[in-house]
Nanobody
Framework: QVHVVESGGGLVQAGGSLRLSCAAS????????MAWFRQAPEKGQEFLGA???????????YYADSVRGRFTISRGNPKNTIDLQLNRLKPEETAIYYC???????????????????WGQGTTVTVSS
């Protein structure tokens, strides 16, 4: 059974930074994509970014236009972990941030949440104005 656990959420002032972490356990992912989504109150899930890897090597990294240049995804240690560095946060980015995993490399622009098989419970980020 696969478990995905996020950590690192909290309260930060506008313009501040946070670092979120995600750890996937329960199986070895030789090829996978690990991604971050968020969901603000009364809004749908929003793709933020993802990192695809195979054989222990990072293949590619993807970002949504809304966060490119401010958010950075990186693989941690052990390798079934990823981090999300959030910089220059805005109050409207208050949301629950989720980590998701699928056992394939992203093809084209397929960032749909429905393609990710494993999800964490989320970690809350609150950005005060």
């Amino acid at each position: 059974q696969v478990h995905v656990v996020e950590s690192g959420g909290g309260l930060v002032q506008a313009g501040g930074s946070l670092r979120l972490s995600c750890a996937a356990s329960g199986r070895t992912f030789n090829t996978a994509t690990m991604a971050w989504f968020r969901q603000a109150p009364e809004k749908g899930q929003e793709f933020l970014g993802a990192i695809s890897f195979t054989g222990g090597v990072t293949v590619s990294t993807y970002y949504a236009d809304s966060v490119r240049g401010r958010f950075t995804i990186s693989r941690g240690n052990p390798k079934n972990t990823i981090d999300l560095q959030l910089n220059r946060l805005k109050p409207e980015e208050t949301a629950i941030y989720y980590c998701a995993v699928k056992t394939s490399i992203i093809s084209g622009d397929d960032y749909r949440p429905s393609t990710f098989a494993y999800w964490g419970q989320g970690t809350t980020v609150t950005v005060s104005s």
